[in-house]
Structures are given as structure tokens and as C-alpha cells.
């Protein structure tokens, strides 16, 4: 006759066998060789860059449209004070990145938001990587919504076939873990990689303004802002972009949007369309180096002429 433990003996034998294989796809996701991995290591190298600057500093953040397009050094030369790459990374979501941000502004600082359009049409500021950017972090948990983030706490556990596969593959040529946001930062936190482009290009067509979500969630970034003794300005993104018609009347309303909030940094005549690919990197909004000086040099001079 079979025992009546038997049965609650399976159970929390396969719940203890599920609870094992969850917290190692966990601890792969999070502190090996997963992409949440190298997201968390960049957040918490910008941290470390904001916090060993103790005077007034300019922070520049956004996603990786912010990341992967400025230098500095020269805008640091420009502004006469410590310069800061605080972008992250357009999935996290702009409620995510904001509240990010906003743990690093002190009293005097200026913060120069540059979100790319992948940001500003978020309906409700979240992206893909919003859950597991906040578990793996701690950062932005109230943000996302609790079934939301059970579904990611749940992923965050399984590691993907795909990146188990690049992995084991990264350990037999080069000897080690690697992941897109893995290379190495300067002391301001900005890219020294230049990431190649796979595939043809397109241009990019801007389709919709800003949501009301975005304006709503940059205004009361402006007051968060203000509340610290903190100055924030805007920008239109640098994209490879077309020129059309509809594409520049979305880039015209998102910016007359933006203006309402805060002073804008862009030019005009181009609304920040690009039409030379040579500059851009992997995507419609990363540059190469050599674009990021261009890019750089330009906001150099909208800073200098916007700083008091």
C-alpha cells in the first residue's frame, strides 16, 4: 500500500528541483553570461562614474541613444565642468531611467536628457527590459506593474537556448563571457567600441510624436530635477533617419512637446536627420567614434550658447 506522504514527497521534491533550476538560470542571467548581466555591470559602472564626481557635474542620460553618442571629453572642455554618460539603454524604459538618473543628481548639476524616439513613443514608459533591468538591479521595482513583474521574475530564471549556446561558444574562442554592453568604459562611462553594423540599412522613419505618456513622465522629470537644485535640458536624438514629410512633422510636434518642458538642443534646418551612414555604428542611433566627436562638437556649441 503506498504511503499517503508519497505524493507531498514528489511535490516538493520537483518544487525543490524547479526552485534549483530557477535560481541557477538566475545567478547565469543576472551574474554570468546573460545579457541582464552586462546590463546591470553598465548601470552600476555609470553609478560608480556619477558618485566619484563630488562637484557640479553635467549628467547626460537616456537610453543607449545617449550612450553610444557622445564624448565627454568634449563636452566637459565645453562646459567647464565633469562631464557624466549616464545612458543606459532604450528597453529599460523611460520610467526605469528616469528615477535611475535622478538618484545621481546633486545640487548645481545640469542633466541633458537625450531619449530616442524608441523611448518617446512608449505608450506607458516600459519596455521589454524594464522587469528584468529592475529585479536584477533593485532599481525601478514600483515601476513596473506586479503581474508584469512576476512574468520577468519568472524569465529571469531561464536562461534563453540561444545564450547558453553563445555562451559556451564565447568560452571556447575567447576564453570567457561576453555580452553587447561587455566592453570597457571610460572613467566618464563612454563607449570605447565601436559596434558594426550586420545586415543592410534603411533609413529610419519617425511614424508617431512623442506619446502623451513620455511628456507627462519628462515634465515631472523636470520638477524631480529642480527639487534636487538640479538644471535639466533636452534633446532631439541624432538618427539615420529619412527626410520626409511625415517623418519631420513627427520630429517637429515631438520638439514643440518637448520645448513646453525644458530648452531644447537641436538644429533646425536638419531636426537632427542625419543622412550620412558613415557616422552611425549598429543602429539608427549609435555612432561610430568619429561620429561621436561630430555629434559632440555640435552639442558643444548648443551647450555653450544655453549655459549661463
Known sequence: MQSSTAPKIRVWTWLLAAGMAWTAGYVYNVYLGGETRWL?????????????IETPKLLVTGGSGAH???????????????VVNFGID????????????LEQVEAGDIVLLVPEYLILLDEDG?????????????????????????????GVGVPSLRALVKSTSDLITLGKLSGYYDD???????????????GSWWQLSIKRPATPHSIRRIKQFRREVEAQGGTLLLSLPWVYGDA?????????????????????LYDPETLNIQSDVRLFADTHYHLT??????????LAQQLQEMMP
Open 184 to 198: 570597457p568604459l571610460t572613467a566618464a562611462g563612454d563607449p570605447t567600441v565601436d559596434k558594426q553594423r550586420q
Open 289 to 298: 567614434a568619429a561620429g561621436r566627436t561630430v555629434r559632440s562638437q555640435q
Open 68 to 82: 553610444y553618442t557622445i564624448n565627454s571629453e568634449i563636452l566637459a572642455a565645453a562646459v567647464e565642468r565633469p
Open 40 to 52: 546591470k555591470d553598465l548601470y552600476e559602472k555609470k553609478v560608480v562614474a556619477a558618485r566619484a
Open 126 to 154: 516600459l519596455g521589454d527590459r524594464s522587469g528584468p533591468f529592475a529585479i536584477a538591479t533593485g532599481q525601478g521595482l514600483d515601476q513596473v506593474p506586479p503581474k508584469q513583474l512576476a512574468r520577468d521574475a519568472l
Open 244 to 264: 520626409s514629410d511625415n517623418t519631420q512633422a513627427n520630429i517637429l510636434k515631438t520638439a514643440e512637446a518637448l520645448e513646453d518642458i525644458a530648452p531644447l
Open 90 to 101: 532604450g528597453p529599460v524604459g523611460l520610467d526605469i531611467i528616469l528615477p535611475a538618473a
